[in-house]
Nanobody, 121 residues
Framework: QVQLVESGGGLVQPGESLRLSCAAS????????MGWYRQAPGKQRELVAI???????NYADSVKGRFTISRDNAKNTVYLQMNSLKSEDTAVYYC???????????????WGQGTQVTVSS
């Protein structure tokens, strides 16, 4: 069974930084895409950043230049380095992975449980 576990959230002041981690474990053959989404109270979940197996990245306009997504393939872990945090970055951040569990199987999407990021002075 595949599990995604996020960590690294917390309370910081505006302008400070956090690094989120998401480790995928279980029966994994290959990971196609890993990414980060976030959801603020009363808002829909939105894409923050994605990283493909080929190394391509995409970011939401609101975080470009401030956030960086990266991956440690040996650990099946994706990171989100968040710099220059703003109050509007406050949300629950969710990790996701699109992966195959067998060599000739289908690709499925998995989600972590979320980690809270609060930016407040």
């Amino acid at each position: 069974q595949v599990q995604l576990v996020e960590s690294g959230g917390g309370l910081v002041q505006p302008g400070e930084s956090l690094r989120l981690s998401c480790a995928a474990s279980g029966s994994i053959f290959s990971i196609n895409v890993m990414g980060w989404y976030r959801q603020a109270p009363g808002k829909q979940r939105e894409l923050v950043a994605i990283l493909t197996s080929g190394g391509s990245t995409n970011y939401a306009d609101s975080v470009k230049g401030r956030f960086t997504i990266s991956r440690d393939n040996a650990k099946n872990t994706v990171y989100l380095q968040m710099n220059s945090l703003k109050s509007e970055d406050t949300a629950v951040y969710y990790c996701n992975a699109d992966l195959m569990t067998t060599a000739r199987g289908r690709t499925y999407r998995y989600w972590g449980q979320g980690t809270q990021v609060t930016v407040s002075s």
